[in-house]
């Protein structure tokens, strides 16, 4: 039995769930070792794929990756028990889909005030929220801006980067 129909029939009614969200474009070993570090802190880890429209809405990022791939190759990760899709929602309205014991935030997901908030608001419920180290390893950014520096150099020869997205999440860094 998968460990998604365990997770499906009840059977890990009693253990304790994680929830983390990303794009995950451009999977590369970041990806890798925050999920490795979420799932040793629970016993199911319930992984959310944003979407292409929520990573437009949320983060200013055209994924360079389609959704329906990023999700399979996520899914396929022996880290994650179960995948959905992350449109964008609350996090709160995800809690009460999803009833997760443990919230996984990485260290760019908002400002210091935003989380504080979003821990306090959990902390009524008996969710922990665990802040994902800074991991000094290859990032999606990272990547992003090598194929940004590609484009520019190759002129009308280059990568399918959005330059309104690349605006954006400049923007919002």
């Known amino acids: 039995m998968r460990s998604n129909d365990r997770l499906e029939s009840g059977e890990d009614e009693m253990k304790i769930v994680g929830y983390l969200a990303d794009v995950f474009d451009l999977f590369h070993v970041g990806h890798l070792n925050v999920l490795s570090y ?9 992984v959310g794929v944003a979407t292409d429209k929520s990573a437009r809405q949320t983060r200013g990022i055209k994924p360079v990756i389609p959704f329906a791939e990023r999700i399979e190759i996520v899914r396929s990760v022996r880290f994650v028990d179960r995948v959905a899709a992350d449109t964008g929602a609350d996090s709160f309205d995800v809690w009460r889909d999803l009833h997760f014991r443990r919230l996984f935030i990485g260290h760019d997901s908002s400002s210091p005030l ?15 929220v665990f802040y994902l180290p800074r991991l000094s390893t290859t990032t999606s950014t990272g990547l992003r801006d090598t194929i940004e520096n590609i484009n520019r150099l190759a002129g ?14 400049r923007a919002l860094q």
């Open 156 to 169: 009308d020869h280059g990568f399918d980067i959005d330059p309104q997205s690349f605006r954006i999440r």
């Open 38 to 46: 979420a799932r040793d802190r629970c016993d199911c880890l319930i």
């Open 114 to 128: 935003a989380t504080q908030t979003l821990k306090f608001r959990f902390e009524k419920f008996g969710v922990d």
